[in-house]
């Protein structure tokens, strides 16, 4: 990436070229005659190439995105460029051109293309700005103390006054959906906040008691913002919608549907957050460990500390101080971060992810405040984060992109139901292909427990494998007398010889009919021995620990035989599998990590006194 980056550096100093694709070749990477830097507009044959041989713009294109200019090239900068291709072995190489593209396009706004799309981006995003920034410098009104059992939606005016509506008829709205998660994906009800004031909706499926409703959603079952009886399409006006993950609750929006489209756009504080203030994968592990004050992840943080520290040059109150200046998405941390105060309440959230809808029937009021207060932190969050947001992003195309991106759709017809339905059955199948192929491997593992095999396995090595003794209750023995008071032996089932079992018996005799038969002697021993089984019944004794944690217990509602809690995120999962990286094996360390074993290398030192407990490994 360097290297390319250097090139790019150096190309630029003589003219901006198209990428050279095509199947004509010309002798390119050399320095054309003095006739041509002079020219260096002029195409060589008909098309246009800079002093190096390079293929540059159609003289139409670049008559029309440069309005005409003309590069001037230097001495110089011609002798780096060819110094540059030297070094990396590419001056004198043949270069393939493409046929001149000879387009006309739209009108450019400004002198350049910076200013075009600066100017674009402006005009495109102005009305959406203006919408924020009114939401932005409002004080929404206090939360609504009691809210509307009715359908549809219903405004709340500053002295409390109700009154339904068709849709919030309002240029900027911060909003907020909530579904009943075990009713499918119908929304359930939603609050929504504006300058002048609140506004709550419920379903019909909320207030309507049937027996079924119908699983298929239409166009009916989703929220209103912009169409009304009296509102028609044309009428459509610029409107903003804020919230946190909004294309959670874009996806419940009727308008959203519509093939029209919409001049509705939505901003998403998460995504605002993610650029102002947002984590990586690994930043994430330790910020949670920081927070949580979990042993493993406060042991990672302190290693990444001490790598840091031994790599960075700067002031070590730097290292670790962006624990405090970020968090992850949710909106708890997210309000905490900006906002501070006390910690939002999400305890309510659980009954729309497992309660019924009489559940959110008989808890309707403490239900809704609880989604109008994290509308009311959206709102806050909101306020602080858009100044933040135009500072550290202050390019108009940067707040216009993400206005964009998040009105995209993707039309539709009967055949994405058919895909959907195949998809998700190609997918459960392939799961349980997986699941079985993992399970035989688990099984087949298992079996190298016989005369400790696995102590020669590279991958199998280290696993649990522990067996637990099998337990039994003691045999409360005695022994049968004879007449004369001596003691019986037990009669042992005489085996029959392989003759008597080639040889045909024919019919059973009576006697036979009437005595038991051996095997049924055997299984009635068998059924004796159920009493010596312990109260608690042991799970899979003579296994060895790793394979028993792969098995769901008899008591498990779930229970399954074999492994079957076997999955591809498990670390003993690419131990079965056998993979390799450059040929050696994979082994998974508490102290390192994954990494592979090679012959012969030995194991790092152990640091600040912190030893491996893990068993030594017997390939050295």
Known sequence: MGCLARRTRLAGLLAARVPLRGSSGSSASRPLGEGAVQSPGV???QRRVNPLGIQMLSKGLHEQIFRGAQMHYSEEDIQKSVEHLQRHDLWGKETSTVPD??????????????????????????????????????????????????????????????KTVDFPDERALVFDVEVCMEEGHCPTLAVAVSPSAWYSWCSKRLLEQRYTWCSQLTLSDLIPLELGSNCPKQNWQEKLVVGHNVSFDRAHIKEQYLIEGSRMRFLDTMSMHMAISGLSGFQRSLWMAAKHGKRKGQHQVQEHIKKMRSKTDGPAIALWDWVDISSINNLVDVHALYVGGQPLEKEARELFVKGSMNDIRNNFQDLMRYCALDVQATHE????????????????????????????????????????????????????????????????????????????????????WDLQEFKQKKKKTGKKKNQDGDDVPPKAVEKASMLEWQEDPGPPTEEEEQNTPDSRLCLDHLKET??????????????????????????????????????????????????????????????????????????RPAEDGLGDQSPSCPFR
């Open 43 to 45: 195409a060589l044959g």
């Open 101 to 162: 593209v000879e387009l006309q396009l739209p009108h450019i706004y400004g002198a350049n293309l910076d200013e075009h799309f600066r100017i674009l981006a402006q005009k495109q995003s102005l009305p959406y700005l203006e919408a924020a920034k009114e939401l932005l410098q409002s004080e929404i009104s206090p939360v609504p103390q009691e809210w509307a059992w009715a359908v549809g939606w219903t405004r709340y005016g500053p002295n409390g006054e109700m």
């Open 381 to 464: 969050v909101f306020q602080e984060q858009l100044p933040l947001f135009m500072k550290r992003c202050p390019h108009p195309v940067t707040f216009a992109g993400m206005l964009e991106m998040g009105a995209c759709y993707l039309p539709v017809n009967q055949n994405w139901e058919r895909y959907l339905d195949e998809a998700q059955a190609t997918y459960e199948e392939l799961q349980k292909e997986m699941k079985k192929s993992l399970m035989n491997l688990a099984d087949e593992a298992c079996q190298l427990l016989h005369e400790e095999r696995y102590k020669d396995d590279p991958w199998l090595w280290d696993l649990e």
């Open 530 to 603: 159920v009493t010596l089984q312990p109260k608690r019944i042991q799970h899979l004794p003579g296994h060895p620990g790793w394979y028993r944690k792969l098995c769901p217990r008899l008591d498990d509602p779930c229970w399954v035989p074999g492994p079957s809690l076997i999955s591809l995120q498990m670390r003993v999962t690419p131990k079965l599998m056998r993979l390799t990286w450059d040929g050696f094996p994979l082994h998974y360390s508490e102290k390192f990590g994954w990494g592979y074993l090679v012959p012969g290398r030995k194991e």
